[in-house]
C-alpha cells in the first residue's frame, strides 16, 4: 500500500470514494469545495497498485485557542473504500500527515468526526461545545433594547453586497470575539457564496461597522440557521428583530452551533409553553490532536502561578510525546522528578482548550493522581496538585464558531 499526495486530477475518484462511504454526501453541493484550488495543498491518497482506495483531506486551518492564534491542520474528509476497511490505512495516512505537520511548526490537528471513540484512540479529544436550539415561533420573547443598528438581508449566491457584509463581520468577530474563531481557506469560508438556497442578514451601525451575523435558510416554514454571531447585545437584538418579522412566513426554528453561554434568557420568554418545547441539545464535534505538548503548554499556560505541578503525559500514537512536564513559575519544562499527575493525550485537549477543568477530568477519572478507581465523586476535597494544574489551566467558555 503507497501513500502519497495527490492533486485535483484525482477529484473524481475521490467524489466515488466519498459516495460509497457517506450516504449525505451530495456532490453537487461540494462542487466548489472540489474545484477551489486552495483544497488541494495536502491532500493524500492511499493506493493498492494505482487504484485509490482511501482519500484524506487536510489543510491549513488557523484558530484561536484561549484567544492566542494557531496555525492548526484541519482534517475534513476522510474515506476509504469498503473492501479496504479496517486494515489501518487511516491511521497511516494521519501519521504520514501529522509528520509534515511537525516539520512545519503546526502543534495541532482538528476534525469533525464520524466516530469518536476511533479518534479518541488516536490520541484526538473533543476540544470546543456547540448547541443546537430547536423551537417554536411562539417562544421567542418581543422584548427588544431599541438600537441604532441597520439590518441588510439577501441571498448569499452571486451577490457581491452579500458577500462583502459576511467577511467584515467575519473580521470583526476574528479581532473581537473571545471564542474559538477561525480563519479558513477559501473553499471552505467561500463555499457558502455557491449554495443556491442560503441567505444571510448583517447587523450593521452608521459607521459601516458589523455587530452580528446570521446565515440560514427557509424551507416549509421553518428557518434553520447554521451561523448566529454577535459580538455585542445591539448586534443579538438586531438578528432577534430580523427573527420576529418572519412571524407571518416561519413558525420553527433550528439554530445550529451555538456557544454554551448563549444568553437564553433575553431571547425566549418561556422554555416550554402550551405544550411548545424549547430544544437544547449538545452538538459539540470538533476534536483537537495535540502534537506537541511542551510547546502549546507553554504557549496556553498562566504564567502568573508561582507554585508547580509535575505531569506526565501518555500517547500511544507518538512516543516521542510520551513525556514528564513541570509546569510552573512561568515555565514548562521536561523533568526526571516523580509525577504527582497523569492524562492521557486525548484528555489534553480538553484540558488546554479550556471545555474541562482538571477538577472535572480528576473526578472521571482522566487526570489521575493515583489509582482511578476510587475517586469521590460527592462532595470530597481536591488534591492540591489539581488545584494548582486548575490555577495554571483554568476552565474557559470554548466554541466551536465556525
Given amino acids: 500500500m503507497e501513500i502519497r499526495r495527490i492533486d485535483s486530477s484525482y477529484k473524481d475518484k475521490i467524489v466515488e470514494i466519498f459516495l460509497m462511504s457517506f450516504e449525505y454526501f451530495e456532490p453537487e453541493e461540494s462542487e466548489f469545495f472540489f474545484s477551489d484550488p486552495s483544497l488541494w495543498e495536502y491532500v493524500w491518497g492511499a493506493f493498492d497498485d494505482e487504484k485509490l482506495v482511501a482519500a484524506y483531506i ?14 492548526c491542520r484541519y482534517v475534513e474528509a476522510v474515506a476509504t473504500l469498503p473492501e479496504y476497511r479496517n486494515k489501518g490505512i487511516t491511521k497511516a495516512i494521519l501519521l504520514k500527515d501529522i509528520q509534515e505537520a511537525l516539520q512545519s511548526g503546526v502543534n495541532f490537528l482538528m476534525l469533525d468526526p464520524f466516530k469518536h471513540d476511533f479518534y479518541v484512540r488516536l490520541g484526538f479529544g473533543l476540544g470546543f461545545e456547540s448547541l443546537d436550539f430547536k423551537f417554536d415561533f411562539s417562544l421567542l420573547s418581543d422584548e427588544i433594547e431599541e438600537n441604532n443598528l441597520n439590518i441588510f438581508s439577501g441571498k448569499l449566491l452571486n451577490s457581491a453586497e452579500m458577500e462583502e457584509l459576511i467577511e467584515k463581520a467575519r473580521k470583526v468577530l476574528w479581532e473581537t470575539s473571545r471564542y474559538t474563531e477561525a480563519i479558513e481557506i477559501n473553499a471552505c469560508s467561500q463555499e457558502i457564496f455557491h449554495m443556491k438556497d442560503l441567505f444571510g442578514a448583517v447587523a450593521v451601525d452608521k459607521a459601516g461597522m458589523p455587530h452580528a451575523m446570521m446565515v440560514y435558510r427557509k424551507k416549509e416554514r ?20 430580523f427573527m420576529l418579522n418572519h412571524r407571518d412566513q416561519i413558525a420553527t426554528f433550528e439554530m445550529n452551533r451555538m456557544p454554551p453561554d448563549f444568553p437564553v434568557e433575553l431571547f425566549f420568554h418561556s422554555r416550554w409553553q402550551a405544550g411548545k418545547e424549547l430544544k437544547i441539545e449538545d452538538a459539540s464535534s470538533r476534536m483537537v490532536r495535540i502534537l506537541d505538548p511542551l510547546t502549546v503548554i507553554r504557549e496556553l499556560m498562566n504564567g502568573s502561578i508561582s507554585e508547580t505541578v509535575v505531569i506526565k503525559i501518555k500517547d500511544k500514537l507518538l512516543p516521542q510525546n510520551n513525556l514528564t512536564i513541570k509546569i510552573g513559575k512561568g515555565t514548562a519544562r521536561l523533568s526526571e522528578a516523580p509525577n504527582d499527575l497523569e492524562i492521557a493525550i486525548s484528555d489534553l485537549a480538553p484540558l488546554l482548550t479550556g471545555r474541562l477543568s482538571p477538577t472535572r477530568l480528576w473526578r472521571h477519572g482522566r487526570l489521575r493522581t493515583d489509582s482511578w478507581k476510587n475517586v469521590p465523586w460527592g462532595i470530597s476535597e481536591v488534591p492540591e496538585k489539581v488545584k494548582v494544574l486548575e490555577s495554571i489551566f483554568p476552565p474557559f467558555i470554548t466554541h466551536n464558531a465556525n
Fill in 222 to 241: 421553518k428557518m434553520e440557521v447554521s451561523n448566529f454571531s454577535f459580538i455585542d447585545l445591539a448586534g443579538l437584538f438586531a438578528l432577534k428583530r
Fill in 58 to 71: 487536510s489543510y491549513k486551518y488557523l484558530a484561536k485557542i484561549r484567544t492566542k492564534p494557531f496555525e
